[in-house]
């Protein structure tokens, strides 16, 4: 039996209440990006009321980094959550990483709250914002065609902070595997050995073209994917770079930033460096210790032959 919970998920600038306008004595109405329809078995039913209660301000800055506007018609988006128990996913065959999934065309999100937490998301308010996340991206894109890389990477930024986590991903993946090309990602999604790995190059590589070519990018990129563009072609005509020189160019600076400066930084380096360091102030010693040593000959010589001379000059004169 399942029990359905409606929520309305609501941002009104930055307050939740309902201000006046200070130009003019109207009232500011709520902003609604999504309603949610929760259906849970009655032993799911506490996780329902957590997210029945669960609100995401990062979700509209989101829907807004996407180009989607809650004022425009169509908003608030309805999205079914369906809360599924460990048997729903053997019996649908779901793998084991699979925590939860997004259907963007019928606005179904069914998440399995056992299996939570699973990287990217460390509880299930992050996996429902990440799921409702690839909803706002069916809708940003009208449903067309996008690399499996791109709508994971973005999604990443709908709920989950890169923290140190995803760092030590991404420089394990790159001491471990080296680099890989995109379509590579998008193929090692399917695999539970690369799963994670595929998340965290997917997420870092998303927020490097965001941080590079400015927040406004997905937005611009996904009109043009709306207008009927090709992935590839609108990212080009949007970056004026092919996604093959984009790639090259993060391989190059991730390769230094995650391969190579832990290393420089981490202990075996700096016990390396100790050695090296020892081993060039012993040489150095013993290079002054040798030019000491002759100086020392050649000021005993010089003595010796002085006191030679001395001993061997006529006695003057005696008065």
Same mark, same amino acid.
């Given at each position: 039996?399942?029990?359905?919970?409606?929520?309305?998920?609501?941002?009104?600038?930055?307050?939740?209440?309902?201000?006046?306008?200070?130009?003019?004595?109207?009232?500011?109405?709520?902003?609604?990006l999504?309603?949610?329809?929760?259906?849970?078995?009655?032993?799911?039913?506490?996780?329902?009321?957590?997210?029945?209660?669960?609100?995401?301000?990062?979700?509209?800055g989101?829907?807004? &980094?996407?180009? $989607?506007?809650? #004022?425009?018609? @169509?908003?608030p988006?309805p999205? =079914? +959550?369906? %809360? !599924?128990p460990?048997?729903?996913?053997?019996?649908?065959?779901?793998?084991?990483?699979?925590?939860?999934?997004?259907?963007?065309?019928?606005g179904?999100?069914?998440?399995?709250?056992?299996?939570?937490?699973?990287?990217?998301?460390?509880?299930?308010?992050?996996?429902?914002?990440?799921?409702?996340?690839?909803?706002?991206?069916?809708?940003?894109?009208?449903?067309?065609?996008?690399?499996?890389?791109?709508?994971?990477? &973005?999604?990443? $930024?709908?709920? #989950?902070?890169? @923290?140190?986590?995803?760092?030590? =991903? +991404?420089? %394990? !993946?790159?001491?471990?595997?080296?680099?890989?090309?995109?379509?590579?990602?998008?193929?090692?999604?399917?695999?539970?050995?690369?799963?994670?790995?595929s998340?965290?190059?997917?997420?870092?590589?998303?927020?490097?073209?965001?941080?590079?070519?400015?927040?406004?990018?997905?937005?611009?990129?996904?009109?043009?994917?709306?207008?009927?563009?090709?992935?590839?072609?609108?990212?080009?005509?949007?970056?004026?770079?092919? &996604?093959r020189?984009?790639?090259?160019?993060?391989?190059?600076?991730?390769?230094?930033?995650?391969?190579? %400066?832990?290393?420089?930084?981490?202990?075996?380096?700096?016990?390396?460096?100790?050695?090296?360091?020892?081993?060039?102030?012993?040489?150095r010693?013993?290079?002054?210790?040798?030019?000491?040593?002759?100086?020392?000959?050649?000021?005993?010589?010089?003595?010796?032959?002085?006191?030679?001379?001395?001993?061997?000059?006529?006695?003057?004169?005696?008065?």
């Open positions: 039996m399942l029990r359905r919970i409606t929520q309305i998920i609501a941002w009104i600038g930055l307050s939740m209440a309902a201000p006046t306008l200070a130009t003019g004595g109207e009232s500011l109405r709520p902003v609604a999504v309603e949610l329809e929760i259906d849970a078995p009655v032993e799911l039913e506490r996780y329902a009321a957590r997210l029945a209660d669960w609100q995401s301000e990062r979700l509209l989101f829907a807004r &980094l996407l180009g $989607l506007e809650p #004022e425009q018609a @169509g908003f988006i999205v =079914r +959550v369906v %809360l !599924a460990e048997s729903v996913a053997v019996e649908l065959e779901a793998p084991r990483w699979v925590a939860g999934y997004a259907r963007g065309d019928s179904v999100v069914v998440l399995f709250p056992s299996r939570v937490p699973v990287y990217p998301d460390r509880s299930l308010e992050e996996l429902l914002g990440h799921e409702i996340a690839h909803v706002l991206l069916f809708k940003a894109s009208a449903g067309r065609s996008l690399p499996r890389w791109f709508h994971e990477g &973005l999604s990443m $930024l709908a709920e #989950e902070a890169w @923290g140190i986590e995803d760092r030590s =991903r +991404v420089a %394990l !993946a790159l001491l471990r595997h080296g680099r890989s090309s995109l379509a590579e990602l998008d193929e090692r999604f399917g695999d539970p050995s690369q799963v994670s790995r998340y965290a190059l997917a997420g870092a590589f998303v927020r490097d073209l965001v941080r590079r070519e400015g927040r406004d990018l997905p937005a611009r990129l996904l009109e043009r994917v709306r207008g009927g563009e090709p992935f590839d072609a609108a990212f080009a005509n949007v970056t004026g770079k092919t &996604l020189e984009s790639e090259d160019s993060f391989w190059r600076r991730f390769t230094f930033w995650y391969r190579w %400066l832990p290393f420089l930084t981490s202990s075996t380096t700096l016990w390396m460096a100790i050695v090296l360091l020892a081993l060039v102030a012993i040489r010693r013993r290079q002054r210790d040798r030019l000491l040593e002759e100086k020392w000959k050649l000021e005993e010589a010089w003595n010796e032959e002085r006191l030679s001379q001395t001993e061997d000059a006529p006695l003057g004169p005696v008065n």
